[in-house]
Structure formats: structure tokens, C-alpha cells
């Protein structure tokens, strides 16, 4: 968990969150039980490397959540050394909400926003995850029963559709987001609808897998198309980057690693000799994997 969370961080709360979980796994060790309080430790733990990843702690974030609630439920075991995990996580979700509540009179940008830090809300999340399976109501992915769906119902008999279509000159005047979006809806579920510049990548659930191609085509070329059922075991997706293959290059000590959304950006960074350019940007940030 502390590895992968480490490698799909998309920016500084998902990064300390995953050093939560590393410092609770240096902690406990291969130990395949734990007591109550092996746990509080760990927990304790993670926040003291949690605080050691970051240059410079600011309070009023997922740091002082984390920091707070842990040594309130730990300081709770010390005053009841019988006290079950039930109990210790009922603690520390308590504390973790009251810490979160007060990070706006810590952190004044929050505070100006009337908001909470969304980091520790995050961490909060986390905890009551924890919390909810040991009350006995354990957190179900959507695909284990109990999925909301909109549209079309579809059943194994159904496919999965997947397309990128590059924009014609006409398309991409045409082209509106929420209006597609709405007219997929209802040929199928799960769908996923992502714009970028000039191509636009779909995924759907459909059983009418002609209908959402024709919907696609309306706005220009196909540039790849992907159509299997969904009784049939799932195939790559092709959203997936293909990674081209890396010049070769006379090895350096130092590389250049930058973040640039669009082919225009891109060419200015590589003109400047940026070694690698990752796309991305202002609300599309790059896990760290992609680094």
C-alpha cells in the first residue's frame, strides 16, 4: 500500500499519506497480528514520518490531522489499557475530525475559503474506512454489488467500447462536452469521457456499441477503436500511454524533468533542452509513477 499509493501521489497530501503507511509498515514489521497498542505505535509512527518527508511542515494540513488524532488516540490507550481496536478507532476518527474542523484557524488561506483542508479530509476518509470495517460494515468496491448506474443497464451480454477520435476543424466547434456526455449516458454506464486539445477518448459500457461509434464519428477521424465483450476477459485499454521508445542519448549525471500541457509548451521545453516532458498540468497533475 505505502509503495503504490507512493506511485499514483498526484501531489503533496496523496505523497505524506503514502509515508503514513510506509512508517506504519516500518513499525510493525512482518508481524502478521497486533495488539491495540502495536498499532497506536505504528500509527504514531507514520505521523513522525510522515512530518520527516516534507522540507518545511505547514500546520492546518493532513500533517496536524494526522499528528493530532494519533496521539489523542494513543494518549486514550495509555488511560485505557483495555480498550479494544473498535474503541481506539472510534477515538481516532473523533480526534481526526476535530482537528480537521480547526485547520482553517491554523492555515489563513483555508480560513479566507471557508473550507477545511482537503488533504485531511482525505486522511479522515482513510480512518473511517478503517473504522467502518471493524464495526462490521466494511467499504465494498462498486463492482461487488450495489452500483449506482445511469443509463442503459448493461449485462454480460453488453460490450465495451472504447474510442479516440482526433477533432475535425468542424468537430471541434461542435464539440461539447456536456452534451455528449448526456447523449452517452444513456447508451450505456461507466463511462469515462476525457477531452484533450483536439482528441477526445471515450470509454463505455453499451449494448448498442454501433450507436456510440456513430456518436463518435459525428466530430471527426477515429484515430483507434476498441469494441469487445464484456463476457469475454477485459483487454488493455488503449487510454493507456504508449510510452515511445527513448532516443538514445549520451548519459549526463542530470536530467531535466518538466510538466507542460500541449504540444506547444511541449516543443518550447524540448527547445530549451528538457530532457522529458510530462503531460500535465493545473488540475490534470502527473502521479509521481509518471516522474
Known amino acids: 500500500i505505502a509503495s503504490a499509493s507512493l506511485r499514483g501521489a498526484r ?16 513499525s510493525v514489521g512482518e508481524q502478521e497480528e497486533l495488539d491495540v497498542k502495536t498499532f497506536s505505535d505504528a500509527m504514531l509512527n507514520g505521523a513522525k514520518l510522515a512530518y520527516k518527508a516534507v522540507m518545511r511542515p505547514v ?10 488524532s494519533t496521539e489523542q488516540a494513543d494518549a486514550y490507550l495509555n488511560e485505557n489499557p483495555e480498550a479494544a481496536l473498535v474503541d481506539y478507532m472510534d477515538t481516532l476518527c473523533a480526534a481526526a475530525k476535530v482537528s480537521l474542523d480547526h485547520t482553517p484557524e491554523l492555515l489563513p488561506v483555508l480560513k479566507e475559503a471557508r473550507v477545511v483542508d482537503s488533504g485531511g479530509s482525505g486522511l479522515l476518509c482513510v480512518f473511517e474506512g478503517f473504522r467502518a470495517y471493524l464495526h462490521g460494515n466494511p467499504v465494498r468496491s462498486e463492482k461487488e454489488g450495489g452500483q449506482k448506474t445511469s443509463g442503459t443497464a448493461v449485462q454480460e451480454s453488453g460490450y465495451c467500447v472504447e474510442f479516440i477520435v482526433n477533432l475535425s476543424e468542424r468537430g471541434a466547434v461542435q464539440y461539447n462536452d456536456d452534451k455528449v456526455r448526456s447523449v452517452l449516458e444513456k ?3 461507466e463511462l469515462t469521457l476525457i477531452r484533450d486539445d483536439n482528441t477526445v477518448k471515450v470509454r463505455i ?10 456518436q463518435g464519428q459525428r466530430y471527426g477521424e477515429f484515430e483507434e477503436v476498441q469494441v469487445y465483450g464484456l463476457s469475454k476477459p477485459a483487454r488493455p485499454s488503449i487510454f493507456e500511454i ?3 521508445a527513448p532516443e538514445t542519448k549520451e548519459e549526463k549525471e542530470y536530467g531535466i524533468i518538466t510538466v507542460a500541457a500541449g504540444e506547444g509548451l ?7 533542452r528538457a530532457d522529458v ?4 498540468g493545473q488540475t490534470m497533475n502527473p502521479s ?3 516522474f
Open 11 to 26: 501531489g503533496n497530501s496523496g505523497v505524506i499519506l503514502s509515508q503514513i503507511f510506509r512508517g506504519f509498515h516500518q
Open 59 to 68: 500546520e492546518g494540513t493532513i500533517l496536524t490531522v494526522v499528528r493530532e
Open 187 to 189: 447508451l450505456g454506464n
Open 205 to 214: 459500457n453499451t449494448r448498442l456499441p454501433g450507436d456510440v461509434l456513430n
Open 242 to 244: 504508449r510510452k515511445e
Open 266 to 272: 511541449k516543443k518550447l521545453f524540448t527547445d530549451y
Open 277 to 280: 516532458v510530462v503531460s500535465g
Open 288 to 290: 509521481t509513477e509518471d
